[in-house]
């Protein structure tokens, strides 16, 4: 399953690093902030080489994030990893989401003016 989510960065956790059965790994977490009308936090992890795209944006830049979502179980519980394989900075020019909101909305005109009779 392959999604993507566009958002200001936020924050970049520190990295983290280990030794598995398959040999040295690196992970490092960070938190994009989305730019819906009600935003919501999400956090993703880069793995191995995907976490020297982080050193690509810097906290607040708009970026898009493509990302699987894995599941595990371990004991008897399970776990969610949003794993990012690729992160892509948005241009300073413009925004793929919606259209900012204008800045003064005018008046409803009224169409009723001067006549006092309802309109039913």
């Known amino acids: 399953m392959s999604l993507e989510v566009t958002g200001r960065l936020l924050k970049v956790l520190p990295q983290q690093r280990g030794a598995g059965k ?3 790994w690196v992970k490092q977490d960070f938190v994009v902030e989305t730019t819906e009308q009600y ?3 999400v956090c993703f992890s880069a793995w191995g080489d995907k976490v020297n795209d982080l050193s ?3 906290v607040g830049d708009s970026i898009t994030v493509s990302f699987n979502v894995e599941s595990r179980e371990y004991n008897e519980r399970w776990y969610t990893d949003l794993r990012s394989w690729r992160i892509t900075p948005q241009s300073q020019g413009g925004s793929a989401g919606m259209p900012p909101f204008p800045g003064e ?3 409803p005109v009224d169409s009723m003016e001067g006549n006092e009779d309802l309109p039913f």
């Open 22 to 24: 398959n040999g040295e």
């Open 39 to 41: 935003p919501k936090k």
């Open 56 to 58: 690509r944006v810097n």
């Open 105 to 107: 909305i005018p008046p």
